[in-house]
C-alpha cells in the first residue's frame, strides 16, 4: 500500500474508515488505529510481524507489539484497547451465550492471553448455562492467601446466578496450573458448596493455550 503523503484525501485510510469500514483491508483498519504520519508502513510492519493473523495479534502482549519497529508504548496501548473493545462488543452482541464446554469458556476471554499481570475472572451462568455476568475479580498474583470466596461468588449472588467459571491468566505464556492454582481451586469448590453454587471450571490461560483444570482433574476431587 503506498505511503500515506502519497495518497489522496479520499484514499487515506481515515477517510475510507469514515466511509465504510467495512470495505478497508486490514491494513487501512489498523492504520486509522495507529494514526500518524507513518501509519500505513507501521500497519503493514504489525500485520507482517502477526503474518497477517489476527488471532495472534490480539494475543499479543504489550512487550511484543513494541518490538515492532515504529510502535511504542501509545501506539501499543491504542492497538490493545481496539481489540479489546471489539472482544466485548462480540460479548456482548447476543442476549443468549452459553458456555458448555472449557473451550466455550476460553472463547469469552481471549482478552486475557494479552495481559501483563494475572486477571481472575468470574463468568457467571444461570441454570440453563447461559452467561449473565463476567466480572474481573482480581488482579495481581492469584493465591490462597489473597482469594476471599465472599469477593469470587459476589457477582453470582448479585445475579441469582446457580454456577461460575473461574478463569485467570498467566502472563509468562505458560498455562500449566501451580499448586496455588489447584489450592485456590479445590476452596473455592468447597466453598461453592456451601453455598449452592457449582464452580464448574477454572481455566488457565497462556499465550495462545490454555488449560481446564476440571479436566485433568485438578481440585475437583
Given at each position: 500500500m503506498p505511503k500515506l503523503k502519497m495518497l489522496a484525501v479520499r484514499e487515506t485510510p481515515v477517510y475510507r474508515v469514515s466511509a ?202
Amino acid at each position: 500500500m503506498p505511503k500515506l503523503k502519497m495518497l489522496a484525501v479520499r484514499e487515506t485510510p481515515v477517510y475510507r474508515v469514515s466511509a465504510d469500514p467495512s470495505a478497508c483491508t486490514d491494513v487501512e483498519l489498523l492504520a486509522a488505529i495507529v494514526g500518524g504520519p507513518k501509519q500505513i508502513e507501521i500497519a503493514d510492519a504489525v500485520l507482517s510481524h502477526f503474518q497477517g493473523n489476527l488471532h495472534r495479534l490480539h494475543q499479543a502482549a504489550s512487550a511484543e507489539l513494541v518490538s515492532i519497529p515504529g510502535v511504542g508504548e501509545s501506539t501499543a496501548a491504542r492497538l490493545r484497547s481496539a481489540l479489546v473493545l471489539s472482544r466485548r462488543l462480540a460479548m456482548t452482541t447476543g442476549d443468549d451465550i452459553d458456555v458448555n464446554s472449557p473451550g466455550d469458556a476460553y472463547g469469552l476471554c481471549l482478552d486475557m492471553a494479552t495481559f501483563d499481570v494475572e486477571h481472575l475472572r468470574v463468568i457467571v451462568l444461570n441454570t440453563r448455562s447461559k452467561v449473565i455476568g463476567m466480572v474481573d475479580v482480581y488482579k495481581g498474583s492469584v493465591n490462597t492467601a489473597q482469594i476471599r470466596p465472599a469477593e469470587i461468588f459476589r457477582p453470582a449472588i448479585q445475579r441469582n446466578g446457580t454456577a461460575i467459571i473461574l478463569v485467570h491468566n498467566h502472563p509468562g505464556g505458560d498455562p500449566t496450573p501451580s499448586p496455588d492454582d489447584v489450592a485456590v481451586t479445590r476452596a473455592l469448590v468447597n466453598a461453592g458448596k456451601m453455598l449452592e453454587i457449582s464452580v464448574q471450571d477454572h481455566l488457565v490461560i497462556g499465550h495462545g493455550r490454555w488449560v481446564s483444570l476440571k479436566e485433568r482433574g485438578l481440585g475437583f476431587a
